[in-house]
Structure formats: structure tokens, C-alpha cells
């Protein structure tokens, strides 16, 4: 419900935005955000992640990675405010000077939402963020309307992300009984930096890799083909977004409680991988098929660029269950040291693709396919340690997901057919959705898939506890 609601505002208010400002505007807020990504991993350090996975943390450990986080944040907003100049320099965009300083004022607000959330997720009190998420969103959504309704561009996106951030953080402090208390401990920062610092490592590598792909195309080509690019990656990162981190958010500290019982953790993931992907590749699969007119009723003609990227990353994110079950496995058994190997691997892999992508195709459509290349390859790497932790193959995994990848797979053919019809846009649309609703949930109903069954069991039983 948090996930689904913060995205479904998200999604609303990201349309209106797109519709009242350019492409160049969301062109340089994704240049800026590339930078505050990398920024933001340092800040973090891996530290958060490791609160959770510590069995006996305290207000000590707590209010200990509190303020640490909090000179990192210090120290690197100061870098990067007299940076700001060259990294504008370095795009030719001399517009992006203030936009960075104020932009990075997040990393900040970063350190309180990080540490809140840790908190949150170790004592699974996640009912907390549906309300900081909410309350956050709202306001920060009407602020940015109407900011690009009078005509401030860029402004209007720089104003919406921090707003968005602060009031999330004031509201966490009401809801949330953690504060920082005057307590620190080196020797309990250093505990949890020597499991914290492999993922932040792991972070680094993960965060510059993907983020080098929007500095190359913002360098190598504009700030629009770059909106295109980002736009084109954010319809299915909303859609598995609302899924893929609704599981993770409970499957780390879910995990972490059972990492002495690895049978008891197979079965967890392997629920997970079987859950997530019978909801999430029909989805990618039914938004590739009606990418076009979606697009076009959604953002206008204008944005029509951006719909190879959305078929593109549809493939792409199908494969999320795989990647976020299987590193979540990782890290809940305490083994970060086998995600950072996991991590140089990846990385080697994906910047060797991403080098052959630029000079082979010299476009930002041809980095979107060696993405996707990527991808498949990284499956493979994430799942392959968990075939010795917990008996899990890739194959078995695969085996799993075959019959919603293979049912979803045909019921994008049938949404294709109703394109035959040539009916008005909008009614093509309607169909398209229920006709592919209809068939893929029918079939599944009528083959007895598990994880349908399973879904509907879970919602019976959530139903029936909550009328008493």
C-alpha cells in the first residue's frame, strides 16, 4: 500500500510535470540526480543495510552510524558545492551550478531518512512509512505543479525532490520513536563498517555504473535524448518498483531472523522469486505492448522518443525478482563479502558492454540494448552463489518463473492483436488492459497456478484477521 500510493502520486504528478515543462528540464534534473546517486552511496556507507542485519544493535550503534553519516554528508556536499562549477563545465551547461548546490542540500536530509528507515525495518513497522510517504508526497507534488504551472522549469523539479525528502523526515520524527541520543562508539562503528563497508563498496561500483550511463548520454548527445533515456527507464521502474521493493523491504530483515535455518531462507526466497515474477513480468510484458499509446495519451506526442526505452527497459526489469531475492539472500546470511565479488563482477561485465554499446552503435538506443544484454548476464551472476549457500539453482530459479514469463509472453501477443481493430486510441487502450487482465489471470486461474493461489489465500487471510 506505501509503495503503490507514493507511486501512483508519483506517477500523476511526474505526468503533469511532463506535460507543463520541456525534456531539456527533466534532461538536466537527471544529470544532477546522476551525481547526488554517487554522492548519496558515500554518505550511507552500507551502514543502514547493516543496522538491520545486526541482531543486537542498539541506541549506540544507531546514534553512532547517525553521526558518522553525518560528517560523510558534510564533508561531501562541501566537495561537490566547489565542484559544481567543472561538473557544469564538463556538460557545458552553466545553469547546473546553483541547481547542484541546492540539489545536494538532500544529502542532509538523506542521513535522518536512512537511519529512520533502518529503524522502521528492524522493527517491521512498515504501516509508518505508508504515512511518511503519503504525507510527504502530497504537499511536495503540489509544490512542484505549481511551481512549473507559473513558469519556474527546472526549479520546479529541484523544489519538489527536497521538499519531498524534508517532509518525509519531519513526519518519520513524529510517527518514529528513534532519536539520536549523545552516544557514540567507535569501536561499534567499526563492527558495523566491517560488514558495511563491502556493500558500500558494492554500492559505489553498482551506483557509478549505472549512473555513467545518463553522464555519457548527457555528455555525448542533449539533455532531451537523456530525458528520453531516463522517462523511457521510469513507466516499469514505477510498476516493479511498487512490488520488487515492497518484498525487499521485508525480506532483508525477514532473512536476517532466519540466517541460522537455510532451508527455512530457500523457501522465503524462492517464495519470493515465484511471487514477485508472476505479478511483475505480466506487467512489463503488457506495458512493452501498449507502450505507444500510453505514451501518447499519457505525455503527448512529444515524448513519443522515449517508447523504444520503455519496451527496452520492460525487459529489464523482469528480471528484478531474480536480482533482489537472490542479493537479499546474500545479505541477510552476513556473506557481503561474496555481494562485493558479485558486484566486480557485474561491473566488469557491464562496463566491458557499455564500452562496445558506445562505439558500436553510438546512440543512446544501442546503451539501452547493452543494458539488456547486461542484464541477463547479471541474473546469472546474482543467483549463482545461492546454488552452493542454499541449494538454489539459476536453472531451478528459471524453472520457477518459466510458467508466468511463458503465459505472460502470450498474453502480449493478444494485446497486440487488439491493435488490429483500429479503434480510437483511448478505447484501444481499455481493451488492451482487459483483455490482457482477463486472459493472463483466467488462464492462470484455469492452469491452477500456485502463485495465484497463494495471492489469493494471503489476501483472504489478511482480510479475515483485520475484520476481527
Not at 40 to 58: E, H, M, P, R, Y
Not at 180 to 198: D, I, M, T, V
Not at 231 to 239: D, E, L, T
Not at 399 to 408: E, T, V, Y
Request: charge should be positive; proline fraction near 4%.
Amino acid at each position: 500500500m506505501e509503495r503503490m500510493g507514493i507511486q501512483g502520486t508519483q506517477f500523476v504528478v511526474s505526468i503533469v510535470l511532463a506535460r507543463l515543462l520541456a525534456p531539456d528540464d527533466f534532461g538536466l534534473i537527471a544529470l544532477v540526480m546522476a551525481v547526488i546517486a554517487i554522492a548519496n552511496v558515500f554518505v550511507q556507507s552500507g551502514l543502514g543495510t547493516a543496522l538491520i542485519q545486526k541482531k543486537d544493535a542498539d541506541e549506540t550503534d544507531f546514534s553512532s552510524v547517525f553521526y558518522a553519516s553525518l560528517l560523510l554528508a558534510t564533508v561531501v556536499y562541501a566537495i561537490i558545492f566547489f565542484t559544481a562549477p567543472l561538473i557544469a563545465d564538463f556538460y557545458n551547461k552553466p545553469a547546473l551550478i546553483p541547481v547542484i548546490r541546492v540539489l545536494t542540500l538532500s544529502l542532509f536530509i538523506g542521513v535522518f531518512n536512512s537511519i529512520q528507515y533502518a529503524f522502521v525495518a528492524r522493527q517491521m513497522m512498515f504501516k509508518k512509512l505508508f504515512f511518511r510517504s503519503i504525507g510527504s508526497m502530497i504537499p511536495s507534488s503540489i509544490i512542484g505543479i505549481v511551481m512549473a504551472f507559473t513558469g519556474f522549469g527546472v526549479w520546479a523539479l529541484v523544489a519538489q525532490q527536497l521538499s519531498n525528502t524534508f517532509l518525509a523526515v519531519v513526519i518519520m520524527w513524529f510517527v518514529v520513536p528513534w532519536r539520536p541520543q549523545l552516544k557514540f562508539s567507535f569501536e561499534r562503528l567499526n563492527k558495523l563498517f566491517s560488514f558495511g563497508w563491502k556493500l558500500l563498496f558494492s554500492s559505489v561500483i553498482d551506483t557509478v555504473y549505472s549512473q555513467i550511463q545518463s553522464i555519457i548520454i548527457g555528455k555525448m548527445f542533449s539533455p532531451a535524448s537523456l530525458a528520453f533515456f531516463d522517462r523511457g527507464s521510469h513507466f516499469p521502474y514505477i510498476v516493479v518498483n511498487n512490488i520488487n521493493n515492497s518484498i525487499q523491504a521485508v525480506m532483508l530483515p525477514s532473512l536476517s531472523a532466519f540466517q541460522d535455518d537455510k532451508p527455512q531462507v530457500k523457501k522465503m526466497v524462492r517464495r519470493a522469486i515465484v511471487t514477485s515474477s508472476f505479478l511483475i513480468i505480466p506487467m512489463m510484458a503488457g506495458l512493452a505492448a501498449t507502450a505507444e499509446p500510453i505514451v501518447k495519451i499519457l505525455l503527448g506526442d512529444k515524448w513519443l522518443p522515449c517508447v523504444p526505452f520503455v519496451q527496452i527497459f520492460c525487459f529489464i526489469y523482469a528480471f528484478y525478482p531474480i536480482h533482489t531475492s537472490n542479493l537479499s539472500a546474500i545479505n541477510a546470511l552476513g556473506r557481503s563479502d561474496i555481494f562485493l565479488k558479485l558486484e566486480i563482477i557485474k561491473k566488469i561485465f557491464g562496463i566491458s558492454i557499455l564500452v562496445a554499446s558506445i562505439l558500436y552503435f553510438r546512440s543512446p538506443i544501442g546503451i539501452a540494448y547493452g543494458v539488456a544484454v547486461n542484464t541477463i548476464i547479471a541474473s546469472f551472476i546474482n543467483a549463482s552463489p545461492n546454488k552452493k549457500l542454499l541449494h538454489y539453482s539459476y536453472l531451478e530459479q528459471i524453472s520457477d518463473i518459466a510458467p508466468s514469463a511463458i503465459l505472460a509472453c502470450a498474453m502480449a501477443l493478444v494485446i497486440i492483436t487488439v491493435n488490429q481493430l483500429q479503434l480510437n486510441i483511448y478505447l484501444t487502450l481499455v481493451l488492451q488492459i482487459l483483455t490482457g487482465a482477463l486472459f493472463y489471470f483466467g488462464l492462470a486461474k484455469l492452469l491452477h497456478f500456485e502463485s495465484l493461489e497463494y495471492l489469493i489465500k494471503t489476501i483472504a487471510d489478511f482480510r479475515r484477521r483485520h475484520a476481527k
